[in-house]
């Protein structure tokens, strides 16, 4: 299959994972923990293994990095691996407010290359090809995405999580001036917000999130002219040994990056984080 071939069948996967997770959203859940403030649910477990099925049968000789999964480290010696997120935002789902997703991405050599993000409840499907295109496909149709203009830091739009706040992202709100605030679960409707122009900047000055997390909202971001780096304006790798994010992640439009990065990075060395070593 081509990148678009890829693409259409990654959308048609999540969108058939749909009656899943409704099946199990509309039933009381059994929720256990895996970390402190880490929720795990039958849903997310079921969508992983129907996910993970599916992937490996329609691409054998690529690698698999499923939150849900045992991470045998195959994926390692390959040139291209699935990160799949069965339930971005466990801690939505269960509070039943819609501010979930499912979702998936592809890394090439160790980029996210292209991704969907599928919001089974609200029927919101965000995908993208890294540098090609990114599209937001609802009940009313299909349209491209472009990521905004805005670039004075007073006019910007930031868009929060509600269950993980940093004290930094409020240093850096108050010093960019900004007073546009918007709040919403799932780091890839947070990314698909930016994508599709209604907020301009999200930022996670903290450890958390794993590859899993960034991949597909990453690639759909690029795709729709936007940025995500980490804190000190790194790339960010996929495919490695550590999963983990342990230098933060910024995401924006593009236009407001390296200002936002100019006050970052001070805040965060203020804070006693360094580059080298991270959260």
């Given amino acids: 299959m081509n990148d678009r071939e890829t693409l259409t069948y990654l959308e048609e996967l999540l969108r058939s994972a749909a009656p899943m997770v409704q099946s199990y959203h509309d039933q009381p859940d059994t929720v256990d923990w895996k970390g402190a403030n880490d929720p795990v649910t039958a849903a997310d477990h079921a969508v992983n293994a129907y996910l993970v099925d599916h992937l490996s049968r329609a691409f054998p000789a690529d690698g698999i990095?499923?939150?849900?999964?045992?991470?045998?480290?195959?994926?390692?010696?390959?040139?291209?691996?699935w990160c799949i997120d069965p339930l971005d935002g466990t801690k939505e789902f269960i509070a039943r407010n819609g501010e979930f997703s499912v979702m998936v991405g592809l890394a090439v050599e160790g980029t996210a290359w292209l991704g969907v993000v599928y919001q089974p409840i609200q029927n919101y499907m965000y995908s993208g090809i890294r540098d090609l295109g990114s599209w937001l496909t609802t009940s009313e149709g299909r349209?491209?995405?472009?990521?905004?203009?805005?670039?004075?830091?007073?006019?910007?739009?930031?868009?929060?999580?509600?269950?993980?706040?940093?004290?930094?992202?409020?240093d850096i709100k108050t010093s960019l001036g900004v007073t546009q605030e918007r709040i919403s679960g799932s780091v890839g409707l947070k990314?698909?917000?930016?994508?599709?122009?209604?907020?301009?900047?999200?930022?996670?000055?903290?450890?958390?999130?794993?590859e899993w997390d960034t991949c597909a909202p990453e690639a759909i971001l690029s795709g729709a002219g936007g940025t995500m780096t980490d804190c000190w304006g790194r790339p960010l790798r996929y495919n490695q040994e550590d999963v983990r994010r342990r230098f933060g992640l910024v995401a924006s439009n593009g236009r407001c990056h390296h200002r936002v990065l100019s006050l970052m990075v001070p805040a965060l060395a203020a804070a006693g984080i360094d580059s080298a070593q991270g959260w």
């Fill in 65 to 81: 990095l499923a939150e849900e999964s045992r991470d045998d480290l195959v994926r390692l010696d390959r040139k291209r691996t």
């Fill in 143 to 170: 349209r491209p995405l472009r990521v905004s203009g805005v670039d004075a830091p007073a006019d910007l739009r930031l868009v929060v999580s509600r269950s993980h706040r940093n004290p930094i992202t409020d």
């Fill in 191 to 210: 990314c698909g917000l930016i994508a599709r122009a209604d907020a301009d900047l999200y930022l996670h000055p903290a450890p958390g999130t794993k």
